[in-house]
């Protein structure tokens, strides 16, 4: 069974511990009932430069579901009962704390009675396919030391890869302090999208937080970063009126009022 299947079935939709570009979810072992997208707003970082940064939660979660699957023993596997098997992943989400359009998306998957782990990456579109995708591991420049991935396929919603995860390159992730995703765009440069693997074995290894309450705390995130963006988006269409008008104001006190008409004046030849 295909991730996106999965995915669908399970209702996990690619949900992962969420980390916007300034700061980190915070999951402590349970969800929290809200995401802080920034850790304080830019007036009272001024106002207290000495302070000390607010504490990061974790950047990856584990989530699971049951899934049905066929039963393999069944002669006739239409008419069989479905096996309900736990599916989990352990995940980590970047967004853009301007949009809430995610960024990337880094997920480990373990299906109940089988040894085999997948790795699946999500990318946004806009980025080129042959070269596929790296995964960077701390500061390693030794392009050779690099896990080269192939994209798997594109949907509206980003482009994603999919492959088994081979036991030296978990062991890299349990033990690397930061990962990169880097991906080849359309404009010729590589983007590297960079995040946490402190907590990443943890993670893996803990107990699954409540999907539900971390998927509604998920949307509520995203939602609550759009709206920011949407009144960012008004702010500027009135300042950049209030700005024309000011011109405009302006320009005609500089040309003062036009004469009045004189109405005994004689019509021009």
Known sequence: MSYAKVIRVA???????????????????ALTSAFAADAAPAADAAAAPAAAPAKAGPSWVKICEKVPFPDPAAKDPKAAKPIDKQVCATQHESFDKESG?????????????????????????????????????DEEKDEAKFIKLR???????GCNSETE????????MKGAKV???????????????????????????GQPVDTAK?????????????????????????????????IQEDAA??????PA?????????
């Open 11 to 29: 209702g996990l939709r690619f949900a992962a511990a969420v980390c916007v570009s300034t700061g980190v979810a915070g999951f402590e072992g």
């Open 101 to 137: 359009s995610l960024l990337v998306s880094v997920a480990v998957r373990q299906i109940e009675g089988s040894d085999k782990l997948s790795l699946l990456v999500g990318t946004p579109l806009g980025v080129v396919l042959p070269p596929g995708l790296a995964l960077q591991f």
């Open 151 to 157: 994209y798997d396929f594109c949907l509206p919603t």
């Open 165 to 172: 995860l081979a036991a030296d390159v978990l062991e890299r």
């Open 179 to 205: 990962m990169r995703v880097l991906a080849a765009t359309l404009q010729g440069t590589t983007v590297p999208f960079k995040m946490g693997m402190e907590d990443f074995g943890s993670a893996m290894t």
């Open 214 to 246: 971390y998927l509604n705390a998920r949307k509520n995130l995203v939602l609550s970063l759009r709206e920011k963006m949407i009144a960012k988006q008004k702010a500027t269409q009135a300042a950049a009126s209030e700005a024309i008008k000011g």
């Open 253 to 258: 006190a500089a040309g003062g009022a036009a």
């Open 261 to 269: 008409a004189d109405p005994n004046a004689k019509p021009a030849q």
